[in-house]
């Protein structure tokens, strides 16, 4: 039914809180972190040219580079950006003047002396990583900076690694392999798919340690989508879904996906069996929700049934077409009313009341919520709560939600400017049965004390 498709992406509204638009980092972000790299790129180079001998040159790669980055899902992660510096010389890694070891600690001590200079610098992870170096800047990004030599005659490459020893490796390469594989406007839609499957791995591996890699996930996208018959449904639900089966068919006949550069690397490798087993589980479960919400019959239970994926990334319809559908739904499935109710932290008298909706309240107040008809629902209902945050306050520091609990009453507060929901969720014997968006407005009103501190002058003793 691909009921929807303009819910992922809306090539006629770019303001639209799709899932493409939520989870793609905004300009001022691609800004912010460009100007960083560059700034890192200009400052290293010089360093490492002195203190290696060797000309430096720099390539930004990884996720950035292949226009496939996503904005952390989870408040507390960082952007990842990947800028690759390569040490020139002729011959093999091994006739250089120094080992794998040497030149990364060089890496290591030059973002150590650019950390002593920037003040936006959160910290040079110590010890570094086995593949890279790590530098974190405030505004919640880091740059990973591996190091390579680079043959420029021969084109060849191989990467420096912590335990002194080389590894073949090309991120160039696999680049270039990448955007000759489709025109433009499959090119396009390959990178929102990996988009949404590296936001689902996001959401479903916590651990960046379980995480399938960003490379992995792109081949194994790239490849579902160079191997269908009939090219891409248009619809972006159905595309997905078609994808999913694909990439799930590939994972669970082996751990093998190999690099298609070089075909002797299995990108799978990476991970050990545990990893993986989980890693085609959770592919899974996912194509199962896939097919479940592409032959849904109405907007809003496609895009209740795939917010199971993608939680709160994935957006619902707007509340007239929740109101209408409900006038469709036979009497027994009756939607959640929720009372609304929100204290200012600042000045306990300031309180406010709503019904299926609050405000606009001040930042800092607690809000409760609560269904005031859960004893007319079906025996056995289930409440499950989900906040979406929208607005540039929320974007700006990637919170965009959260999972918030279940029962018949949640608590929240309010933290940033503009208009939220805090989605309520219905389930009977299974099935969803009714979902109550309440919408949250918040100004930056702020509340006054109740109990201020005096002026000094009160605190002035006459002479008597």
Known sequence: MAQASTYF??????????????????????????ARWNLLADFIKPKLAETSGYPIRSWLQGSYKFGTQVRPVHTGDEFDIDLGVYYCWSGSSNDGDFGPKELKTMVQDTLKEFEAENDDVVEVLEPPKMRCCRIRFRGGFH???????????????????????WEDSD????????????????????????RYMKAWAALKFRDDQDRPSSVLLTVLVAQAVYGLDGGLPVPEDEALKVVLCKVYETAFVAQDVRNPVDPDENLASRMNAEQW??????????????????????????CTLWSASFEYLFP???????????????ALRTLPEVQVKAVSKDNSNLRYNGKNE?????????????????????????????????????????D?????????????HSAYNGTHYMDCTAVAGGRIIGVRRVRVRINSFVAPKRNPPKPAWTKIKGRR
């Not at 194509?287 to 907007?299: G, I, L, R, T």
């Not at 079906?378 to 409440?383: A, H, R």
């Open 9 to 34: 992406y809306d090539s006629n509204d770019a303001d639209r809180q799709t899932l493409h638009r939520r989870i793609t980092p905004s300009d001022a972000q691609y800004d912010e972190q460009e």
């Open 143 to 165: 740059i990973d900076v591996p190091c390579y030599h680079l043959d420029e005659q021969r084109d060849a490459r191989a990467l420096a690694i912590e335990d002194d020893s």
């Open 171 to 194: 991120p160039k390469a696999i680049y270039k392999w990448f955007t000759s594989q489709f025109d433009d406007y499959t090119r396009s839609r390959v990178r929102r798919l990996v």
């Open 277 to 302: 087993s989980a890693f085609t589980d959770g592919l899974k479960q996912f194509s199962e929700v896939a097919d479940q919400a592409v032959d849904a019959e109405s907007e809003v239970s496609a």
């Open 316 to 330: 619902l319809p707007d509340a007239q077409t929740l109101s209408e559908e409900a006038r469709q739904l036979p």
């Open 358 to 398: 609050i405000g606009p309240i001040p930042k800092n107040c607690n809000i409760s919520f609560r269904v005031s008809n859960a004893d007319r629902m079906p025996y056995g209902t289930n409440f499950y709560w989900m906040v979406r945050n929208e607005g540039d306050e929320a974007e700006d520091i990637n």
């Open 400 to 412: 965009l939600g959260h999972k918030a609990g279940q029962g018949i009453e949640a608590t929240e």
